[in-house]
């Protein structure tokens, strides 16, 4: 029941501040990581008795009991399982953090969880103690809630969905983080089967202990749970799901897995079904799912669907430098190149503006009309070869001075449209400071 697996070196013994939860109270204290689980429960003892004395008397008795208590915790590397410290061995060893969550539990104390039978609905609440094993709880189950028609000998576990797990026989239920929230279910394993399943990220292959009945989101939080255990981080935050190679096609989370007959006899692979591409979209940020198939011309017609102003001009998606993405290109190989952080750009296409300076002939440019100025003057001046550094104004055809805070579309310039650009080198520093203070 009790672990004494070393998780740390003791060489750090400094206090830390935790949480500790017994029954409806909770209280925050520090303890000491070079004292013993046995010395660390009569002080966190101590501290709740002085804690409830302040609201209430109920349960302060059994306070004065420490050999009747246990102190436990949730384990990092599995949410799903407790682990219950032996009183003999020190705090240090437990790895436990600063704002850690403590479990403190009388062993009279009695924890419920709801039961449900597939295909029933109705779920009932099961009470137990902790030291009730697993094993032990399923043959009560049984008695409570299997027909007189079940076969006798036919074998029951119980299956936790919510951690996409089978609870161990020889473990205690206390051994498992259920709640009053944490639905289990009683599941006959007469028409058991191993389901084979190759993790594609990692070239490795798992089986699974499964049954007809099982859903298949019920088999992607086992993997989940694989995954967890074996410590392995997938190589994509995409949406993942299971892919049959005799089909071509995926596993629909919502079905029963009897549903694929052909998950018996070969390998299903566990894959990245959906990426999601970045979108920044008039001052929005979107999260678009793209499966390895969907190409931009498929984005931009679900993005022009929801755009009114699509209707009165074409959109495109242009990388974070600017440059439009050819509709036949496919999303996936795009991400490939871009940073986690980078975002395409959804946005009017760009369009050609002739600029120049006094020095310089015209030059023909595309630029993102909706912009502000300010973002494409670099652009411009680096097209003609002067300092924008000395930018001091930017003149429509008709010599009218444009805004650089707002785009050219705002300032009714039009495509095709002559822009000169001003540059003065030689002013006097006062003149070029104010110049600056406008355009830079």
């Excluded at 699974?208 to 981080?233: C, E, F, G, T, Y």
């Amino acid at each position: 029941m009790f672990s004494n697996t070393v998780l740390s070196s003791e060489t750090h013994l400094k206090p830390v501040q935790v949480n500790v939860c017994w029954r409806e109270a909770s209280f925050n204290t520090k303890i000491s990581l070079g004292a013993l689980v046995r010395d660390t429960l009569v002080f966190i003892l101590q501290e709740l008795r002085a804690e409830i004395a302040k609201t209430s008397e109920q349960g302060r008795d059994l306070l004065a009991d420490p050999p009747s208590f246990l102190l436990g915790k949730v384990d990092h590397n599995s949410p799903s399982i407790r682990t219950w410290m032996n009183p003999d061995t020190p705090i240090s060893v437990y790895d436990i953090k600063q704002g850690d969550e403590l479990l403190l539990k009388h062993i009279d104390d009695v924890e419920s969880v709801p039961v449900a039978i597939p295909p029933q609905a109705e779920r009932q609440s099961f009470q137990y103690k902790f030291d009730l094993l697993v094993s032990e709880a399923i043959q009560v189950l049984r008695g409570m809630y299997q027909s007189p028609q079940s076969e006798h000998k036919e074998r029951f576990c119980l299956y936790c969905p919510h951690f996409g797990m089978w609870l161990d026989e020889t473990k205690t239920l206390f051994s498992y983080n259920l709640s009053s929230e944490t639905v289990i279910e009683l599941r006959a394993l007469s028409n058991e089967f191993l389901m084979r399943i190759h993790l594609a990220d990692f070239d490795q292959k798992i089986a699974i202990k499964a049954l007809p009945s099982l859903l298949v989101s019920d088999v992607m939080a086992m993997v989940q749970h694989q995954l967890q255990n074996r410590k392995l981080r997938l190589a994509s935050s995409g949406q993942y799901g299971l892919f049959i190679m005799s089909t071509g096609g995926w596993m629909q989370e919502e079905d029963n897995i009897e549903k694929y007959p052909s998950i018996r006899t070969e390998i299903m692979q566990y894959r990245v079904r959906y990426q999601y591409v970045s979108i920044w979209s008039s001052g929005k940020d979107l999260r678009i799912p793209a499966n390895d198939c969907m190409t931009v011309a498929s984005v931009l017609q679900s993005l022009n669907a929801e755009n009114p102003d699509s209707e009165h001009e074409p959109f495109a998606l242009h990388l974070p430098t600017g440059e439009r993405l050819k509709d036949s290109d496919f999303v996936w190989a795009i991400l490939k190149e871009l940073s986690p952080d980078d975002k395409l750009q959804y946005r009017p296409i760009s369009k050609k503006l002739q600029v120049a300076a006094s020095t310089t002939p015209w030059v023909e440019i595309e630029v993102d009309f909706t912009a502000p100025l300010r973002t494409i003057a670099q652009y411009m001046c680096r097209r003609l070869g002067v300092r924008y550094a000395e930018l001091s104004a930017i003149r429509d055809a008709q010599g009218n001075l444009l805004d650089i805070e707002r785009s050219v579309k705002a300032q009714s310039v039009e495509p095709g449209a002559r822009l000169t650009i001003e540059v003065e080198a030689k002013v006097p520093s006062a003149t070029c400071s104010e110049a600056r203070r406008v355009y830079s």
